[in-house]
């Protein structure tokens, strides 16, 4: 399992009864997790002291009820900086667990010795494109959504990043690989994370499990002669692990050779010592 375990502003304080305790930066949250099958006494005072609950409803999805909560603050990981503010099913914007992956792929940008250019696919808030670009790479960022491309924006400049080399771009990512293929652009770098199910803005419908194999292997097209690392993050539940190696390794491997390992990442729990899963990612490198 890959660690988020050098957080300072964001901690899961405890998790038990389907539900984790978490401190983002001076505020207390309760989630839902659907990992958290155990039912364990809360001994953990912050249960009560909370600032944000997200009770989920038996119909499906659910609602926030908030404790002296702002409406956007901000918490930093290692000289970036995100803004967060709790909407719709549960999130706040940030997947903190990520920060194993922009940690492994921050190094390996910064000791590439030579330009790199990288390709953030469905990239939300931006934190992938933040860390990316503060170690020094061009990024393209896309995503369908035009208020999480300004979101991720807003990240930028508030990380010290709006001059950054980044291109924002709003667009459905299969439609925009297609053109960049034809357009002969090459990238030294793919990151993606694909939602189970979505729609782009001209109603194109994305099935994880039809479209993802697919996607992964025309995004192989894109890959420069020397490329540095290719990088798919998963939360859709029933999708191992071992299936983005295996996806990665028939689509990435044969042209590049390289090593795939794919892994579930995972967040500490301090008041039990044990790691919370929160999803899987599949790496690739040469």
Request: glycine content about 10%.
């Amino acid at each position: 399992m890959w660690i988020a375990d050098e957080w300072k502003d964001y901690e899961v304080i405890d998790c038990s009864g389907g539900e984790k305790l978490e401190r983002w930066g001076n505020y207390i949250l309760v989630r839902p997790d659907p990992q958290v099958i155990w039912d364990t006494e809360r001994r953990a005072p912050q249960w009560k002291e909370k600032n944000g609950h997200y009770h989920r409803s038996a119909r499906g999805g659910g609602e926030w009820e908030f404790f002296d909560l702002p409406e956007q603050w901000s918490i930093g990981y290692k000289g970036l900086t995100f803004h967060l503010k709790p909407f719709s099913f549960k999130h706040t914007g940030l997947f903190p667990e990520q920060a194993a992956n922009w940690d492994w792929f921050g190094e390996k940008i910064r000791s590439a010795g030579r330009p790199v250019k990288v390709l953030n696919l469905f990239a939300y808030t931006g934190g992938a494109t933040l860390a990316a670009a503060k170690a020094g790479a061009a990024v393209t960022h896309v995503d369908a959504s035009k208020g999480m491309v300004g979101w991720a924006r807003e990240n930028a400049r508030a990380s010290g990043l709006e001059n950054a080399p980044i291109r924002w771009i709003v667009d459905d990512c299969v439609k925009f690989v297609e053109r960049e293929i034809r357009r002969e652009n090459r990238y030294d770098a793919v990151i993606m994370d694909p939602p189970s199910y979505g729609r782009g803005p001209k109603g194109e419908i994305w099935k994880i499990e039809d479209s993802v194999f697919p996607f992964v292997r025309l995004c192989a097209r894109l890959l420069s002669e020397k490329p540095l690392f290719f990088l798919i993050n998963s939360y859709t539940t029933g999708l191992a692990p071992s299936v983005l190696t295996y996806m990665i390794a028939s689509a990435v491997t044969p042209r590049f050779g390289g090593t795939v390992r794919s892994e579930e990442l995972g967040l500490p729990v301090t008041a039990s010592g044990l790691v919370l899963p929160c999803g899987a990612s599949g790496r690739w490198e040469a």
